[in-house]
């Protein structure tokens, strides 16, 4: 995660990156774990897994995003 995004979400940009899953938990009112296993999963290594983690960050976002759309640019 970049520090753009560690700043979008208030936080200092060293923090590291289980910090920044948690404060997005935290906004999007999900659980930690659940975050933590979309945001900090292994790297994609085929496209399958790339659909996967695509997939998995819709239903995260589309679903409980409470952030304005403006913040996320």
Do not use: F, K
């Not at 979008?8 to 289980?18: E, K, N, P």
């Amino acid at each position: 995660m970049c520090i753009r995004d560690r700043r979008q979400l208030g936080l200092d940009a060293t923090v590291d990156d289980r910090a920044v899953a948690r404060a997005v938990a935290e906004r999007l009112r999900q659980p930690a774990d659940a975050v933590d296993a979309v945001l900090l999963s292994a790297p994609v290594t085929s496209e399958a897994a790339l659909v996967r983690l695509a997939n998995d960050l819709e239903a995260v976002s589309y679903t409980h995003l409470t952030l304005p759309t403006s913040d996320l640019v």
